[in-house]
Every structure is written in C-alpha cells, then in structure tokens.
C-alpha cells in the first residue's frame, strides 16, 4: 500500500475516536498523526461524525426576588475535567459583572452592558472564553432612532465554514430584529464588514423567544411556531401543536422549547400543576411523550407544602434537559424537573431564565506542532 493509501485508512481509523479529547491526545503520539488530524478535510469529517463537546453552561444569575441582574456565572459540565477558572469573563473590559449573556454558539458568547441604559446604547461584544478573546461590535447607525424599539440579538454561523467547524472569531454573523414604525426589520453584521440590512418576512411578529436548540431560536406567534435558524439567519414557520385552551391564554401554558439530552427538540408546557412534555417526529408531527402532576412529583422533597400548588408554577430556567420552576407563593421554594427523567430535585436560586451552552474551541490547535 502505498502512503496515501496509508493515509487514508489512518484518517478512517482516527474518525472513529470517541471524543474530541481523545483526538487531541491522539494528535501527539507522532508527526505523521498530527498533520492526519490537523488536515481540514479530516476535520469537517471528524466534526459530521461526532456531537461537540460541552464544556458547561453560563447563565446571567439574578436576585429572586428582585429579578435584578449579579454576574454571569459558568457551570462545567464536568468539574472533575474542566476548570472552571478557565472560562471565566474577567478579561471583558470592566470584568465580567458588567456583562449580560444574549446568546451563546459554539466556543462563543454574544453579550451587551448590563447598565440600566435603554439598549441602542448598550456596548454589544462576542468572546471565546477560553481564549480570551473578544471583539467590541459597532452599533447599528440609526440604533439611536427613537421609532425603533424591541431589539433582540442573536449570534449566527458564519458564511463558510472553516475546518469543521460553524463559528469562529474571523467568521461570525450577528442578526439584529428590531421594530421600526411598527414595522419588524433584521439587520445582520458580519465580521470584517459592517451591519447591512437584511430582508424578512413582514408577517414576522417579535416575541419573547420560547427557547433554544440545537443551533436554532423558537417564537410563538398564535397557532405558529416560528425558527430561526442559526446557520443560515433565515425564519421559518410550521403549525404548533394543539394544546387546550390555547387561544385564550397561551401565557397560563407557561410554554417553552428545549432540547433534551437526547438531541431531539422537545415542548413542555404546565398548566394546572401539571407538566406535559411534547417531542416532534422526523416528520414534523408532534406527540405526548411525558406528563407529571406536580404536586406528586415534589411531595418528598424538603420544605415541600401542598399550598405551594395552589396557584400557578413560574419557569425560573429552562436548560439542556431540566427546568426549574417556582410556586406562586409567599415563599420561595424553587424545584427542577429532570426532562429525561420527570423526577424532582432541590435547586438553588436566581440561576436566570435562559441557560448558554459553551463548547470547546473548533478546530483544536494543533498547527503549531506539525513539524516537531
């Protein structure tokens, strides 16, 4: 066999590596492995094959009872393999307590200040914690037009993918939505470029996002389920599932979109102490997978009180997998729900509605000792 025939069944051999750890690690047993993993087009292979790697979770904490911002915080998702001091925000200007998360992808964190100013004057940055590097983005041009009001921001895949992977500090698109004379309209900034507009569909209504997966936001719009795709910026809608009552309130529903450890894109709801978990089919159909009565599900926990399930649960935060939610009650006595599971557990407080998730840097570096 001759060497790129060697080569090639090493780069098939090296795809099957179980964790991009182990890639790294494999990287360093010679030269010849190195420029086989370092190769771009092994790498786009590897990343098709295998999930990214959560390191852990960063949430904007907050007081419970006063909903008033504190810091964002990082959580590993392993503590046993990843320092959290390594992905710390403190090398953001002012430290990390003057920022507010807005969306997170990949290695990445889009943030904005978290001083009480009315948003157009708001300084917005993307950061890759673990290299500490960030890049300060210029705001829109008429950001200051007082017509325009309801802004939101989401971090998006850049154009072309380099190496594997979807994001990086050289390739990122940032989508601004916003209302202008009733009117809703995007923008989009590109890295090396600036904020150029960017069409929609005029039907397009801004919400309140209902949550986030796999790379892509979710908003209701009556009986619609709206999404955003983060790779390609661009809206779609599809017919949302049938629930009871759901033209009358669909707040009560307490509704909200998430994706579970399995991958898959779930929708639970509780209404009436009672939470019901929805998972969509390969063909858009979507069906009841779960359900639980709250009250039953949390009467062993500590402090538990069957007043707390007199009136209505509040969703505190919504992550890869749980939520956590708070009776309507004189006291605070928030619980999480395990999605995968359906069984309850004590939590602690303040943790923010939206949970970021934050993956290892793509593409490892590993260029520096290919010729070692």
């Not at 960063?58 to 810091?71: A, G």
């Not at 190496?163 to 390739?171: D, E, K, T, V």
């Not at 009565?293 to 505190?316: M, V």
């Not at 928030?334 to 939590?347: K, Q």
Request: proline content about 6%; overall charge negative.
């Amino acid at each position: 066999m001759d060497e790129s025939g060697s080569d090639d069944v090493l780069g098939l051999v090296l795809e099957r590596v179980d964790s991009h750890v182990s890639l790294i690690r494999a990287a360093a047993v010679c030269r010849r492995w190195r420029r086989a993993i370092a190769d771009a087009a092994f790498l786009r292979r590897y990343r098709s094959l295998h999930a990214p790697l959560v390191a852990g979770y960063y949430r904007n904490e907050q007081h419970t009872l006063t909903w008033s911002h504190v810091r964002p915080t990082f959580v590993p998702s392993s503590p046993s393999m990843v320092d959290a001091r390594s992905f710390s925000l403190d090398f953001l200007p002012d430290g990390a307590d003057s920022w507010t998360i807005l969306d997170s992808r990949g290695s990445f964190l889009l943030l904005c200040e978290a001083s009480s100013v009315k948003f157009p004057d708001k300084v917005i940055c993307l950061c890759e914690p673990l290299t500490r590097h960030y890049w300060r983005i210029h705001p829109l041009p008429d950001w200051d037009d007082d017509r325009c009001y309801h802004w939101k921001l989401f971090l998006l895949d850049g154009e072309s993918s380099e190496a594997g992977g979807r994001i990086s500090m050289s390739n990122f698109r940032v989508l601004c939505v916003f209302v202008r004379d009733g009117v809703t309209q995007a923008a989009m900034y590109a890295m090396g470029s600036s904020w150029s507009k960017k069409n929609i569909d005029p039907r397009f209504k801004i919400s309140v996002p209902m949550g986030h997966s796999a790379g892509c936001w979710y908003f209701v719009q009556g009986r619609a389920l709206t999404t955003l795709d983060g790779r390609t910026g661009d809206f779609s809608s599809s017919e949302l599932l049938p629930l009871r009552d759901w033209d009358s309130d669909t707040w009560t529903h307490n509704f909200f979109i998430t994706n579970g450890r399995d991958g898959k894109l779930h929708i639970f709801t509780v209404y009436d102490n009672t939470m019901k978990m929805f998972t969509r089919l390969e063909g858009g159909e979507w069906v009841l997978e779960k359900m639980i009565a709250l009250p039953e599900a949390t009467r062993g926990l500590p402090g538990y009180k069957p007043s707390f399930f007199s009136g209505h649960q509040y969703i505190l935060t919504i992550g890869a997998g749980f939520v956590i939610l708070m009776p309507q009650a004189r006291e605070l006595w928030p619980f999480s729900i395990n999605l995968e599971t359906m069984e309850a557990a004590p939590v602690e407080q303040g943790m923010g509605l939206l949970v970021f998730e934050c993956e290892l840097p793509w593409p490892p570096a590993l260029h520096a000792c290919l010729d070692r």
